[in-house]
């Protein structure tokens, strides 16, 4: 199993491009989510999903917009990048919303 | 509002004990994770803590009381590798997991 995994890296964008941020689970999880961590911060959610074609907003989704059309996958879309989203960003799933969550190695996301 | 409080960074030395403290005040309570996360990596999975009392997975424990919200992280004969951030989780009513900012643990030889 290669658990989370996340696309890509590491990436720069500058003011007002969009991208996506890819994420897959091949452990059958139900619940996944997209938090950002910035420098010596907590993690903060943005969006989370408990099942394909259900989403919800988190504590942070201004920006933001996601879907999850199969269990596997959980892209994050980012429109008109702005320098507050420069952040570290990490997908995690679980299977269910009180167990462990398994995350992934993180995308690096700079906004010049 | 909901908060997590642990402190920004700690300093140990090689082969001893140290104790990470964490209180919490959130809508509820489920449960209280540990996560470890070293530098430039991902939060993994150390503990899980429900119901009051202590937590042991060998050299590390977890310890909670919920009458207090609070709960610790022990980690006994510190190795160089235990370096990292120690992050308290809560998941609150709502089911929402909420993380403190962490604590960086330095190990020194």
């Known amino acids: 199993n290669a658990g989370v995994t996340q696309t890509p890296k590491f990436r720069i964008l500058k003011i007002g491009q969009s991208m996506t941020l890819q994420c897959t689970q091949d452990?059958?999880?139900?619940?996944m989510y997209w938090y950002r961590q910035d420098p010596g911060m907590g993690l903060k959610l943005i969006y989370y999903?408990?099942?394909?074609?259900?989403?919800d907003k988190g504590e942070v989704p201004n920006g933001y917009n996601v879907s999850r059309s199969t269990t596997e996958d959980f892209p994050l879309r980012l429109e008109l990048a702005a320098p507050s989203q420069t952040s570290v960003y990490f997908c995690?799933?679980?299977?269910?919303?009180?167990?462990?969550?398994?995350f992934g190695p993180g995308t690096r996301l700079l906004v010049l | 509002g909901q908060n997590i409080d642990q402190p920004t960074e700690m300093t140990a030395t090689e082969g001893a004990i140290v104790q990470i403290n964490c209180t919490y005040q959130?809508?509820?309570?489920?449960?209280l994770f540990w996560y470890q996360q070293h530098a430039g990596e991902a939060p993994t999975f150390l503990s899980y803590?429900?119901l009051d009392g202590l937590e042991e997975k060998g050299r590390f424990s977890s310890f909670l009381s919920r009458s207090k919200g609070y709960s610790y992280l022990l980690l006994k004969e510190l190795q160089m590798k235990d370096s990292a951030s120690y992050l308290c989780?809560?998941?609150?009513?709502?089911?929402?997991?909420?993380w403190g900012a962490g604590t960086k643990l330095i190990i020194k030889p």
């Open positions: 995690a799933s679980s299977y269910q919303e009180r167990e462990t969550q398994y």
């Open positions: 999903s408990v099942g394909a074609g259900i989403t």
């Open positions: 452990m059958n999880h139900n619940y």
């Open positions: 959130t809508s509820g309570f489920n449960g």
């Open positions: 803590n429900v």
């Open positions: 989780a809560v998941i609150d009513s709502n089911y929402q997991l909420i």
